[in-house]
C-alpha cells in the first residue's frame, strides 16, 4: 500500500492549495489509489473530528486559519501608517486574525476599504498572526449595505435599512451565522449587474434590531463612523500626566465657570466677566473665556492624533456619544472639571458699554474652576428663583456675566447675524433605553450668553492669527446662491411677504423677512425656506467670512474636545506666540486644504448620522399609534408627494401623490405646489394639515401619512371634478399670467 501522507502534510496541502481540498484532489495529489483512499477517507474524518479540519459539500478547510494565497480588505491603518488586513472568505468562529501588509516601493497606494489579492505568511501560529504581500489590488470595494437579515421560504435576505432600499438575498454559505431578524453589515458579492435580487455575503453581524440601543448602532455601521479606539490609542491617553504650573500663567485665582447641560460629561469651556475699572472704559467689562489645552495631550505624529484626525469630530446621540477623544481626555484631563487644576489656553478681552470689542490678549495658563454649573442653575439664580448656586458666586460671577452679555447683544443687534427660529427637539429615553418623550429645548439667557461668549473668543483666534500671520483653518460660510434666494423670495410672495432684492444681501435684509413672518402662519415656513437657502458652513485655509454671522474672520478655538478644527487653532495659537514645541508642524501646514476637505466631509457624516437616528427614534415611538391622527404642516413638495412635520414631534413623513386622489397633480418646482388636475386641490408649504398615521418602518424611520385636512377643509370630492378642473385650469392660466407680470417688470 502506498504510503499515507502524515497529518501534518494533508493540513499543509489544503493550506497552500485552498482550490484543491476534496479527497478526490488530496488523493491525487499524494499518489493515493485502492485501500489508500479508504485510509485517507478515516484520516479526514479523524481531522474533522478533531477540529483541524472543516468540511463543506466535498471541500475541506482549516478553520480560523489562512490559505498561501486570500482575498483581503484593508481593515485599519496604525498610527505608524502600518496597514492591516482582514481575510474576507475567512470562516473563523473567534476573532478574525490581523494581517499586516508588508509593500514594496512599486506596490500600488491602498488605504482602508481597499479589496486586494495577497500571498500571506503565518508568522506567529500562537497568536494567529499573519503578513501579507501584495499580488493585486481589486478595482473597487464591493458595495456595503445594513440591514435586517430574514430568513423565508424562497431564502435568506437582508432588508436594508435604508428608506426605498433594494433586498439583497443571502445564500446559506454566505449567512455568516446570522440569525432571522438580526442586524447585519454585508457586501455585494459577484456582478453588479443581475437577473433578480443582487446577491451578498453577510461579513458583520451586529446585533438586536429592537434592542434599545441598536438605533445609534445602526447609524455608526451605516455611515461609517469609528465606535471602539484601537488599543494603542487607549493605551497613549491613559499615560500619567503630572499637571504643573512649570511655564504657564496661574490663572487658578480667576473664578471661571463651566456652564454646561446638567448630564454634560465634558466640560471643555469656562469663562467669567466683569465690570472694567479703566475709567476711559466707562460701563465697559472684561471677559474671560478659557479652553482645554488639548494640544499639550494630542500632539502632531502621535496615534492620538491621528485617530482624532480620521474621527474629525464627536458625534452625539441620544444614548450615547462616538467621541474624538478617549474618555480619559474627553471626560477627565481635558475637562474642566470644578475644584481640580487643568491646563487650558484663555482669551482676556475687553468690550466697551455697546459690546464692541477693544482689545484682546491670549494665555496658555494654568486654571481651577470655581463652579460646574447648569444652564437653568445659572438662569434661576440671576432671575433670583429657587437655587444652589452660593450667593457670593450669584453676586460677583453670575451677575457680571449677565451684564456683560447684555452688552454683547446690543453690540449683535447692531451686527444683525442671521436670527432664525428653529426649535430643536430633544429625545428623553426611559431605563431601558426607549423614548418616553419628545420635547423642544427650551432656549434660555444662559444659553444665549455662552453663545456669544464663545463667538467673541472665536474672532478673536481668527483676528490674532491674521495679524500674526499664522495659517489657521476658518470657519466659513458663503453667501447663498442666487436660484436659492430667488425661491426663497417666491415663497414669501406666496405668502404675502418680501425679501428686499439687492446687489448686495445682508443677513440683515433676510431677518426682516423674518421678522415680517414672526407670529404668524407662515413663521415655519419662512424659517425653513431660509435654512433650505442657505449654503452649509465648512473649514477651510482661505478666509471667506461667515454670511450667517454677519462677520469677516471666524474660526473654531472653543471646543477642541470635540472637533479637530479647534486643536488646529489652539496648534497655530502656540506657534503664533511661541509657548512650546506642540504647536503646527511644517506638513500640517502643507495639508491644510485636505485637512479641511476632511474635516468638513466628517461633520456631515455625523450631522447625517445623528439626523438618521433622530428620525428612526421618533419613528419607534409613533410605531404603537398607527391609525392616530395628528396635525402638522406641509414642510416639503416633491413630484410623488408631500412631506408633513408634525406639531407634537417635528416627526417628518410622506403622503403619497397616489394616496391623495384619484387625479392626476401637476408638480410646479418653482412654485413648490401639487395641484389636482380634477380637484383643483393645491398643494404648497407650510399649509395646515390634519393627517392620519398609516405605515411606520421603524428600521429605516420611513413614516407615511393619509391626507384628511388642508387648513381645515376636508379634501375635495370628486363629484364636483368639472367645476374644480375649470378651477385648476383657471388657476393655471392666473399662474402663467402672473409669471409674465412679473416678468414685465423686470424688463421695466
Request: glycine residues 6%; hydrophobic residues 35%.
Given at each position: 500500500m502506498t504510503n499515507l501522507p502524515i497529518r501534518a502534510e494533508i493540513l499543509d496541502w489544503i493550506s497552500q492549495n485552498p482550490t484543491q481540498t476534496a479527497k478526490r484532489d488530496l488523493a491525487k495529489a499524494f499518489g493515493l489509489k485502492g485501500a489508500a483512499r479508504v485510509e485517507l477517507k478515516r484520516l479526514l474524518k479523524s481531522l474533522e473530528a478533531e477540529g483541524l479540519l472543516q468540511k463543506e459539500k466535498k471541500n475541506y478547510h482549516r478553520p480560523n486559519y489562512l490559505p498561501s494565497v486570500s482575498a483581503l480588505r484593508i481593515a485599519r491603518q496604525s498610527s505608524a501608517g502600518d496597514l492591516f488586513a482582514s481575510a474576507i472568505e475567512l470562516k473563523s468562529e473567534t476573532k478574525d486574525p490581523e494581517i499586516l501588509m508588508v509593500l514594496r516601493p512599486n506596490d500600488p497606494p491602498l488605504g482602508v476599504g481597499d479589496q486586494l489579492l495577497a500571498r500571506i505568511q503565518l508568522t506567529n501560529a500562537e497568536n494567529n498572526q499573519y503578513e501579507g504581500r501584495l499580488i493585486r489590488k481589486f478595482k473597487s470595494p464591493a458595495a456595503r449595505v445594513v440591514g435586517i437579515f430574514r430568513r423565508a421560504p424562497e431564502g435568506a435576505r437582508i432588508v436594508p435599512i435604508e428608506r426605498n432600499g433594494k433586498e439583497w438575498s443571502v445564500q446559506e454559505a454566505d449567512t455568516h451565522g446570522a440569525k432571522d431578524g438580526e442586524l447585519v453589515e454585508a457586501e455585494r458579492k459577484g456582478p453588479s449587474r443581475t437577473i433578480g435580487l443582487p446577491k451578498a455575503r453577510i461579513i458583520a453581524r451586529?446585533?438586536?434590531?429592537?434592542?434599545?440601543?441598536?438605533i445609534s448602532l445602526i447609524a455608526l455601521h451605516q455611515h461609517n463612523i469609528p465606535d471602539d479606539f484601537p488599543a494603542e490609542v487607549l493605551s497613549a491617553a491613559q499615560k500619567n500626566w503630572s499637571i504643573t504650573l512649570d511655564?504657564?500663567?496661574d490663572l487658578r485665582s480667576i473664578p471661571l465657570i463651566t456652564i454646561d447641560p446638567p448630564d454634560a460629561r465634558d466640560h471643555d469651556d469656562a469663562c467669567y466677566a466683569m465690570l472694567d475699572d479703566d475709567p476711559e472704559n466707562r460701563g465697559g467689562h472684561i471677559i474671560w473665556v478659557a479652553i482645554a489645552d488639548v494640544a499639550h495631550y494630542v500632539r502632531t505624529y502621535t496615534a492620538l492624533d491621528k485617530e482624532a484626525l480620521n474621527r474629525g469630530n464627536s458625534t452625539y446621540f441620544p444614548d450615547r456619544v462616538s467621541p474624538m477623544l478617549?474618555?480619559?481626555?474627553?471626560?477627565?484631563?481635558?475637562?474642566?472639571?470644578?475644584?481640580?487644576?487643568?491646563?487650558?489656553?484663555?482669551?482676556?478681552?475687553?468690550i466697551n458699554a455697546d459690546g464692541k470689542k477693544l482689545s484682546h490678549s491670549f494665555h496658555r495658563g494654568l486654571?481651577?474652576?470655581?463652579?460646574?454649573?447648569?444652564?437653568?442653575?445659572v438662569q434661576s439664580a440671576y432671575d433670583e428663583k429657587s437655587h444652589d448656586v452660593p450667593e457670593d458666586m450669584v453676586q460677583n460671577v453670575v451677575k457680571p456675566i449677565y451684564a456683560a452679555y447684555r452688552a454683547l447683544s446690543s453690540a449683535r443687534d447692531k451686527r444683525q447675524p442671521?436670527?432664525?427660529?428653529?426649535p430643536e427637539r430633544q429625545i428623553e429615553l426611559d431605563a431601558a433605553g426607549k423614548v418616553s418623550s419628545v420635547k423642544y429645548k427650551n432656549r434660555i439667557d444662559s444659553n444665549r450668553l455662552i453663545e456669544e461668549f464663545m463667538v467673541l473668543a472665536n474672532v478673536a483666534a481668527a483676528e490674532t492669527l491674521l495679524a500674526k500671520k499664522t495659517s489657521l483653518l476658518f470657519r466659513v460660510h458663503e453667501e447663498p446662491a442666487k436660484e436659492k434666494l430667488d425661491a426663497l423670495r417666491e415663497t414669501a410672495l406666496s405668502s404675502g411677504l418680501t425679501l428686499t432684492k439687492r446687489r448686495l444681501l445682508k443677513t440683515a435684509h433676510i431677518n426682516a423677512l423674518l421678522n415680517e413672518a414672526r407670529d404668524s402662519d407662515h413663521s415655519e415656513l419662512i424659517n425653513m425656506s431660509t435654512l433650505r437657502a442657505m449654503t452649509q458652513?465648512?473649514?477651510?485655509?482661505?478666509?471667506?467670512?461667515?454670511?450667517?454671522?454677519?462677520?469677516?474672520?471666524?474660526?473654531?478655538?472653543?471646543?477642541?474636545?470635540r472637533r479637530y478644527a479647534d486643536l488646529i487653532v489652539h496648534r497655530a495659537l502656540i506657534t503664533a506666540h511661541g509657548w512650546g514645541d506642540d504647536g503646527l508642524k511644517d506638513d500640517e501646514l502643507e495639508r491644510l486644504n485636505k485637512t479641511a476637505e476632511h474635516i468638513s466631509n466628517t461633520e456631515r457624516r455625523s450631522m447625517a448620522a445623528e439626523r438618521d437616528t433622530v428620525d428612526r427614534y421618533l419613528a419607534a415611538y409613533l410605531s404603537e399609534r398607527k391609525g392616530i391622527e395628528f396635525?402638522?404642516?406641509?414642510?416639503?413638495?416633491?413630484k410623488f408627494g408631500v412631506f408633513i412635520r408634525l406639531d407634537e414631534t417635528g416627526a417628518e413623513g410622506l403622503v403619497p401623490v397616489r394616496t391623495i386622489a384619484r387625479e392626476f397633480f401637476h408638480y410646479d418646482k418653482s412654485a413648490n405646489t401639487l395641484i389636482g388636475s380634477e380637484t383643483g386641490l393645491l398643494l404648497t408649504l407650510g399649509q395646515r394639515v390634519l393627517v392620519r398615521l398609516a405605515e411606520i418602518a421603524a428600521e429605516s424611520g420611513g413614516i407615511t401619512f393619509d391626507l384628511l385636512e388642508v387648513e381645515g377643509d376636508a379634501l375635495p370630492s370628486m363629484v364636483r371634478s368639472r367645476r374644480f378642473s375649470r378651477k385648476a385650469k383657471r388657476g393655471k392660466s392666473?399662474?402663467?399670467r402672473l409669471k409674465v407680470s412679473r416678468n414685465r417688470k423686470k424688463r421695466n
Open positions: 451586529i446585533d438586536d434590531p429592537s434592542a434599545p440601543k441598536a511655564g504657564r500663567e478617549p474618555e480619559n481626555l474627553s471626560a477627565n484631563l481635558c475637562s474642566l472639571h470644578e475644584g481640580v487644576d487643568r491646563y487650558c489656553i484663555a482669551v482676556q478681552m475687553k486654571m481651577r474652576s470655581a463652579a460646574s454649573l447648569s444652564y437653568e442653575q442671521l436670527d432664525l427660529d428653529l458652513a465648512y473649514y477651510s485655509p482661505d478666509n471667506i467670512g461667515h454670511f450667517g454671522l454677519a462677520l469677516r474672520s471666524y474660526a473654531h478655538f472653543t471646543s477642541p474636545i396635525t402638522g404642516r406641509i414642510s416639503g413638495v416633491v392666473n399662474t402663467r
